[in-house]
């Protein structure tokens, strides 16, 4: 069932957590397969807040940051380490979350071929990346669901090309962390970062290794 677009008219916390077990699928035109859903499941997201030093809206408002300041739902586009991120606005100017990683996804509208693609779009050194690695990372997820930020940064999510899908998979615990790659001073002790329990071995970094790190039962 896609979610509406009221689902992201969350605070941060509760749209980061809202947001595991979801499932992203974009829809491309490959020359073999034709038109295509690719498919990934949320496995981790952070938090960020506009009063919060870790945020891109904390350092002001301008017009690559805009999103941010848009309605709920609302994509945040941006380059990170040579490749394209993804985040969604939330409740409150300048709040959003960030897809940190997730997990590739099949069932009938996206069946095992797509994964094929998926590798075919995301390949390591010439070869091909591993199944539980094309996700693992807030670029390569982009990179394996065809996601671009010319394409989408400032829009919202449209039925038929890109869309949020909840598909029953409401994880039963949930691990609260810090966030990965905070600069020291820039509120790296806050603990906005949430990863699906069952797949804490996949995340960009397995939080149940961390000291500080919560266990939420749900």
Known sequence: MIVSPEFFEQEPQQLAQAL????????????????????????????????????????????ARKAMF??????????????DSLNFSARGDGNGVLIKSGVT???????????????????VNGRTRPVDKL???????????GLKVPEWNQQQLKKGRFILDNVGDKPGKIIQARRLGIPKGR?????????HFDHAHQATKNPLREEHSYILSL
């Open 70 to 83: 848009m309605s709920p739902g609302t994509i945040y586009m941006y380059y990170s380490r040579g490749g």
């Open 187 to 195: 509120d790296e002790h806050l603990p906005y970062r949430f990863v």
């Open 105 to 123: 996804f099949t069932d009938r509208r996206s069946p095992k071929k797509t994964i094929k693609v998926m590798q075919a779009i995301n390949p």
């Open 135 to 145: 996700c693992s990372g807030q670029t390569l997820l982009c990179r394996s669901l």
């Open 20 to 63: 595991i077990g979801k499932v992203l699928r974009h829809r491309i035109v490959h020359p073999e397969y034709g038109k295509v859903w690719l498919s990934a499941k949320v496995i981790e997201t952070e938090a960020y807040y506009l009063d919060e030093k870790g945020s891109h809206s904390s350092l002001g408002f301008t017009e």
